[in-house]
T-cell receptor, first 113, second 111 residues
Framework: EAQVTQNPRYLITVTGKKLTVTCSQN?????MSWYRQDPGLGLRQIYY???????DKGDVPEGYKVSRKEKRNFPLILESPSPNQTSLYFC????????????FGPGTRLTVL | GENVEQHPSTLSVQEGDSAVIKCTYS??????FPWYKQELGKRPQLIID?????GEKKDQRIAVTLNKTAKHFSLHITETQPEDSAVYFC??????????FGQGTRLTINP
């Protein structure tokens, strides 16, 4: 089944404790991205990647890192999480570009205490 | 800057009536405008999109219109049904790679 998966789905952590949210797609998509969803703010793009080893900042990259060592995986890294990073995070992928249909993962609800 | 404004933030309509959600964008070079639907507790899913060389697109009860001069686009849902209740997001591309979303509209269909 073609899909985008994320892990973990739920995470409660404490300020400053490094964490990684994994994202994987099995559709051989070139483009992958991370969004955070906050009430009243919609979906805001954190980082995106056009291909292996090619990444760029979205609208809200501060406090986040990403890597794209393999085509199928695009992990989101929070080196030192803070409470303002408490949010619902979605990974998405598309065939080629941002102008193609985005396929979203199931979401990761992160709480930073 | 890159911005997409979406209105209204909440919308309540009677079942069978029409619903309209409007978005404006800031960059005249934007050329792709998708709409995503997010049901409660679920992931966003594409329901319809339009490109800048087209003024209107229709898919059954859903239509999208684009006014490039005014830099706004709208989602129209006719004959609304309870399963249309969800949060709807518009988006616009900036360049070929960056997708900027609106703030979302929570649509409630009242039986």
């Amino acid at each position: 089944e073609a899909q985008v998966t994320q892990n973990p789905r739920y995470l409660i952590t404490v300020t400053g404790k490094k964490l990684t949210v994994t994202c994987s797609q099995n559709m051989n998509h070139e483009y992958m991205s991370w969004y955070r969803q906050d009430p009243g703010l919609g979906l805001r793009q954190i980082y995106y990647s056009m291909n292996v080893e090619v990444t760029d900042k979205g609208d809200v990259p501060e406090g986040y890192k990403v890597s794209r060592k393999e085509k199928r995986n695009f992990p989101l890294i929070l080196e030192s999480p803070s409470p303002n990073q408490t949010s619902l995070y979605f990974c998405a992928s598309s065939i080629n570009r941002g102008t193609d249909t985005q396929y979203f993962g199931p979401g990761t609800r992160l709480t930073v205490l | 800057g890159e911005n997409v404004e979406q209105h209204p933030s909440t919308l309540s309509v009677q079942e069978g009536d029409s619903a309209v959600i409007k978005c404006t964008y800031s960059d005249s070079a934007s050329n792709y405008f998708p709409w995503y639907k997010q049901e409660l507790g679920k992931r966003p899913q594409l329901i319809i999109d339009i490109r800048s060389n087209v003024g209107e697109k229709k898919d059954q009860r859903i239509a999208v219109t684009l006014n490039k001069t005014a830099k706004h686009f709208s989602l129209h849902i006719t004959e609304t049904q309870p399963e249309d209740s969800a949060v709807y997001f518009c988006a616009a591309t900036y360049g070929a790679q960056k997708l900027v979303f609106g703030q979302g509209t929570r649509l409630t269909i009242n039986p």
